[in-house]
Nanobody, 120 residues
Framework: QVQLVESGGGLVQAGGSLRLSCRAS????????MGWYRQAPGKERELVAV??????NYAASVEGRFTIFRDNAKNTVWLQMNSLKAEDTAVYYC???????????????WGQGTLVTVSS
């Protein structure tokens, strides 16, 4: 079993910064990609940023403001969010594509979500 535990959400004023973290634990052989998604009230879940072993990709709406980075040895990914806007308010979910050791399998795993609220 693999779990993703997120932290770092909260309330911040527009223009401020927050850093989210997500750590994977369990029977992990390797992690291919880790990413962050978000879901605002009344909207569908959308990709915010994803990082593979060599590349990063961002949603156009956060490009230049958010940075995703990971520590492979710690199975941890962070999302540094700067210049936050009211429209960034959402529940942020961590996602990982994990290869487990016992049994050998490839899984997509989600965290429980952490709320980010940006006041204008």
């Amino acid at each position: 079993q693999v779990q993703l535990v997120e932290s770092g959400g909260g309330l911040v004023q527009a223009g401020g910064s927050l850093r989210l973290s997500c750590r994977a634990s369990g029977s992990i052989l390797s992690i291919n990609a880790m990413g962050w998604y978000r879901q605002a009230p009344g909207k569908e879940r959308e990709l915010v940023a994803v990082i593979t072993r060599g590349r990063t990709n961002y949603a156009a709406s956060v490009e230049g403001r958010f940075t995703i980075f990971r520590d492979n040895a710690k199975n941890t990914v962070w999302l540094q969010m700067n210049s936050l806007k009211a429209e960034d308010t959402a529940v942020y979910y961590c996602n990982a594509e994990v290869v487990t050791g016992f049994p050998l399998a490839s899984l997509e795993v989600w965290g429980q979500g952490t709320l980010v609220t940006v006041s204008s």
